[in-house]
Each structure stands twice: as structure tokens, then as C-alpha cells.
């Protein structure tokens, strides 16, 4: 997966410390767009989900970030019944801070994929507005906290 | 904009095709339109730009890797069935 610098992140040492996202879950807020371009510009907050093959995300988001889909999935709900979705592609901006380096947060942009999931409560009543599941997660160790409730992302070399 | 009918009549034609490039390009990420494959590729990320370089963002195109199709769980509860 290739991951891409922004907002003047700095890179401490010998740059390690760049890889290393420390974040607060399990639902987090990030800022969608679509795939490399600026704009629009959809803030999301997130539910880390490691039951989940796949992330989603609630349709009227995608709507709004005007997606094409990527080609539908076969996925399996909470019910035991498997439904077709459809599969869109785009840019995760995710806030960062950088552990133990002394050095500012930034953003990190991301290549993601998420399917569409109609939610039919309103924005301001959901509990999140999708899942991050294993297929965003396998990208990185993965170490979770509960004392704290935060998570540390580390990326693969 | 290709609506979802036309992205899903699209997979349709692929899964059609699929036997065949099983055979022919196993494992690998293509653009697929028209019922044919448009460019194969490594990974998806070098797929899904060559299908926007070469159609645009909304031309219909889907992009999707040669491999036995799997039903994907989603929540963690979906898990806990087969």
C-alpha cells in the first residue's frame, strides 16, 4: 500500500517515527475525499471493526464525495445473509500524532476501499458513519490498548 | 455517471469471462469494460489509475482481480456464520 506525507508531517530520526500513527479509538474521525484529489472534502467518523473482512461506509457519504464504484461485492451481513454491495476507492486522511519523537501530528492520506451501506438514521443520530475493518488494517501491526483506548497503527516494511 | 445497473451487468460479463482468465492471467488486476480486458496489472492501486487514465473516474469500467470470487464479512457478528 502506498502511504503519502502531508501538512508538512515531520519525519524524526531516522524516519521511523514517520510510520508509526498513534490514534484514539475505537471510533476515530478522518476526512475523506476522492481517490487524489483535494476535493470534496467529507469529515467521517469511523468505528474500527477487526470482525470485518472489508470496511464500509454509509452511502449518502459516498454520494457526497461523488464516487463511481470499483465493481460489486458479495458480502455477508449481521443477519447470516449474504447481499451484493458495491466497492468504492478513495483517499483516507488520517490525523497522527507521532510517538515519543517530540515531533508535531500532521495527516496521512491513504488508498482505501469501502463499501456503500444504506443507513437510514440521520448523520447527527449514528453512533459512526462506517467500519474500518481488516482489509485497511492488515496494512499495518496493529497494537490496541484498552487501558487507554487507543490504538498504535505501524507500518509494514 | 455509470449508474449501478451498468457496473453490475459489467461484473456479470466478467464472471463470465473468468474461467478463461483464470487460465490466461491468475492472480492479477485488471480493467475490465465491454466484456473485456482493458489492462492487467500487479496491484490495485497501479489497476484503479490506468482505468481512470484511460476512461475517467465515472466510465463504467470496474477493476477487480482474477480469483475465485469470496463473500466478504461485514461486522464482526457476519463472522460468526458461514
Known amino acids: 500500500m502506498k502511504l503519502y506525507y502531508h501538512d508538512g508531517y515531520a519525519v524524526a530520526g531516522d524516519g521511523s517515527a ?68 458495491f466497492l468504492y476507492r478513495m483517499s483516507m486522511h488520517l490525523p497522527v500524532s507521532c510517538a515519543g519523537q517530540g515531533a508535531p501530528g500532521g495527516t496521512f492520506m491513504f488508498s482505501a476501499n469501502s463499501v456503500g451501506q444504506e443507513v437510514h438514521s440521520p448523520p447527527d443520530m449514528r453512533v459512526s458513519d462506517g467500519l474500518i475493518g481488516r482489509d485497511f488494517l492488515s496494512h499495518f501491526q496493529f497494537r490496541y490498548d484498552g487501558e487507554t483506548g487507543s490504538f498504535r497503527l505501524e507500518v509494514r516494511q | ?39 492487467t496489472h500487479d496491484d ?14 465515472d466510465g463504467g469500467q470496474i477493476v477487480v482481480c482474477v480469483e475465485e470470487e469470496r463473500i466478504y464479512a461485514l461486522g464482526g457478528i457476519a463472522s460468526l456464520t458461514k
Do not use: N
Request: proline content about 6%; glycine content about 8%.
Open chain 2, 1 to 39: 455517471m455509470a449508474t449501478l445497473e451498468e457496473i453490475g451487468a459489467e461484473m456479470e460479463r466478467f464472471r463470465k469471462a473468468l474461467p478463461d482468465l483464470l487460465r490466461t492471467c491468475p492472480g492479477k488486476w485488471v480493467v475490465f469494460k465491454a466484456g473485456r480486458v482493458v489492462s
Open chain 1, 18 to 85: 514517520a510510520k508509526r500513527l498513534i490514534l484514539h479509538g475505537p471510533i476515530i474521525k478522518v476526512e475523506l475525499t476522492p481517490w487524489h484529489l483535494p476535493a470534496p472534502r467529507v469529515t467521517a467518523r469511523l468505528l474500527l471493526d477487526t470482525g470485518s473482512d472489508i470496511s464500509a461506509l454509509a452511502q449518502d457519504i459516498i454520494g457526497s464525495l461523488g464516487l463511481s464504484s470499483l465493481r460489486p461485492v458479495q458480502a455477508r451481513l449481521a443477519d447470516g445473509r449474504v447481499y451484493q454491495r
Open chain 2, 44 to 57: 490495485e492501486e497501479a489497476a484503479y489509475a490506468a482505468g481512470i487514465e484511460a476512461f475517467g473516474r
